[in-house]
């Protein structure tokens, strides 16, 4: 019997999850016990029986190793039975999810903090998720903070570390702890749900593609999946070695720090097609020959060709996209004759709705994609599922994305991030925005006026939580809209997101310029937030 050691502790002050997970950077996870207090808030609420299955995994990053093994040694102590950790505490998000469901654990701590860069100087995180395999919803997310704030000892055992980098089976007292592959059961799920064949075939056939991994844990899904199951070329996969700072790159799969790809996809010399995943494996980046798809775009049109994948024939129950997301999905369940739901920002939002088989397809602007083939969104599926799509339709991407606006019309698209501002400032540019709310409506901006202002809240239809405040919305009378909403996942000061987006129906224009087409929202949203009055700012630090 190894002896469970007690070791005191005072709660931190800041350990609410944010939208996915506690992130901050490495420095505030390197103090003592903060790492400890937070997996130590998880495990005393976490739902599980004596015994139960733990799994644990990470993007590779920097302080990856010695969280997990903390975390292995607070397992042992806190009664789990076995724990899953990826070789060399490797796991995408998205596989981790699979490990979890295929295992039938109760839970696992996803170490990650996603697109946000890695290093000594920058950020680390650690995530929750339940047994569904998807991020813990709100309400346990809440129970996890109020538990942190009065949190006074942690439970560990003394014990080696162990041998992240060999697969096989150890154990610390009564807990087993099984160091598996990250990569093979994710590989064969994506080889279920995907014509390899067709894919193979149309590869053998021609089709060219460049994956980045940008540094991080996709590379060795991608170098498996993409080249050795499915024949691209040797060096389709760049980028494809994790390192702990991302070669010192922020691995965020966008114009912005993905323009390599951006710049190759738009020359002469272009593959077919180009994508990216970022940090932990869940973000995608489609581009097309001289074609780039917005994420929002690549909802709907995947959400309309679906049914050529064969895990998805014919079993479209229903699209869910993120409240800032643009509506073309809208378009696309409404032509199908499916729901279409959409929830506040974050992937947990829509764990209720797939457990419940209300939809089969979700995706967010932030560059998210997902079925219900895991609880999290999937960069790797995502492009797996364009590729199937290209393969059995033998059209290119930017041939799809014509026709899709030629049937649905097209929804004009972009966000202004303005990074790291006084927090005090992006508060009172908030409170400003929704103490306005009331007198906005008939108002005009331009040629804009606006319909309807409010603060997005969301009842889940499934068990009937309320989660408010969860954007504002400006809704103009001729159907185009602005939002404006803080992110949940930075680390330093605050960051304004401004979500702008107008319709364009079938016989319209539709292939214009994104910034000119949105040129009179824009303005609108200066007007209306004040956002150089709050900020200082007079452009956005990043346009996606
Ligand atoms: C996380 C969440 C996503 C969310 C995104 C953006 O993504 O998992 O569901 O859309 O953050 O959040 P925010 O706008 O609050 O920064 P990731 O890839 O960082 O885990």
Redesign the pocket.
């Known amino acids: 019997m190894t002896q469970i050691l007690t070791v005191p502790t005072r709660p931190f002050e800041g350990q609410a999850p ?4 506690l992130r901050k950077k490495v420095k505030v996870f390197q103090q003592p016990n903060y790492a400890e207090n937070f997996i130590q808030s998880v495990f005393d609420v976490a739902e599980r029986e004596p015994g139960a299955i733990l799994v644990i995994g990470g993007d590779g990053r920097f302080h990856n190793r010695t969280v997990i093994q903390q975390a292995i040694r607070m397992a042992a102590a806190n009664g789990y039975g076995r724990v899953l950790v990826g070789q060399g505490g490797i796991l995408s ?1 998205p596989a981790a999810s699979h490990v979890i469901r295929k295992n039938k654990a109760s839970g696992g701590l996803v170490l ?5 860069p890695g290093g000594p100087e920058e950020d680390f995180g650690i995530k929750y998720n339940i047994a569904n395999g998807g ?1 813990a919803p709100e309400a346990v997310t809440r129970a996890i903070h109020a538990r942190t704030q009065e949190i006074d000892r942690w439970l560990t055992v003394e014990a080696e570390d162990v041998d992240l980098d060999t697969p096989g089976e150890t154990r610390i007292g009564e807990l087993i702890v099984a160091v598996i592959d990250p990569v093979a059961d994710y590989a064969d799920l994506m080889e279920e749900l995907f014509d390899f064949a067709a894919i193979r075939k149309a590869v053998a056939g021609g089709l060219t593609m460049r994956f980045d991994a940008m540094n991080a844990v996709t590379g060795p899904y991608a170098v498996e999946i993409l080249e050795n199951r499915l024949g691209f070329a040797k060096g389709t996969v760049v980028n494809g070695t994790p390192l702990e700072d991302f070669g010192g790159h922020h691995p965020d799969p966008n114009l912005i720090h993905a323009k390599d790809l951006y710049d190759l996809m738009m020359s002469e010399n272009s593959p077919d097609i180009g994508a990216a995943s ?1 940090g ?1 494996g ?2 995608n980046l489609i581009i097309g020959r001289g074609r780039f798809i917005t994420p929002s775009d690549s909802l709907a049109m995947l959400a309309a060709n679906m049914g050529g994948a064969p895990a998805y024939k014919g079993r479209l129950a229903g699209i869910a996209r ?1 409240m800032p997301t643009s509506a073309a999905a809208d378009r696309v369940a409404e032509a199908l004759g499916v729901p279409c739901f959409e929830t506040p ?4 939002f829509f764990g209720n709705l797939l457990d419940a088989g209300k939809v089969t397809i979700c995706g ?5 994609t997902g079925s219900d083939h895991v609880r999290e ?1 999937d960069g790797l599926w995502a492009v797996l599922l364009w590729l199937n799509v290209l393969a059995a339709r033998g059209i290119s991407v930017d041939q799809l994305a014509r026709e899709h606006w030629a049937r649905f019309g097209r929804n004009y698209y972009a966000r202004h991030d303005y990074e790291g501002i006084d927090k005090a400032a992006a508060d009172v540019l908030m409170a400003g925005l929704t103490d306005g709310l009331p007198a906005l409506p008939g108002k005009s901006f331009g040629r804009l006026t606006v319909r309807v202002a409010d603060s997005f809240s969301y009842t889940d239809p499934v068990d009937g939580s309320v989660s408010e405040n969860q954007g504002i919305r400006i809704l103009f009378e001729d159907g185009s809209r602005i939002v404006f ?6 680390t330093q000061g605050a ?1 304004l ?1 401004v979500y702008l987006e107008r319709y364009e129906s079938a016989g319209g224009l539709l292939d214009e310029e994104t910034g000119a087409m949105l040129a009179e929202q824009i303005a609108a949203a200066d007007e209306i937030a004040g956002i150089r009055r709050h900020t200082g700012r007079t452009a956005p630090d990043v346009i996606t």
């Not at 920002?345 to 947990?348: C, H, I, L, R, S």
């Not at 967010?364 to 998210?368: K, M």
């Open positions: 944010g939208t996915s997970g998000t990650s903090a996603s697109h946000n991020p970022d932990d869940d973000r993120s920002t974050g992937w947990k967010e602007e932030s560059a998210g969104k909403r803080l992110s949940g996942t930075g960051t997101r």
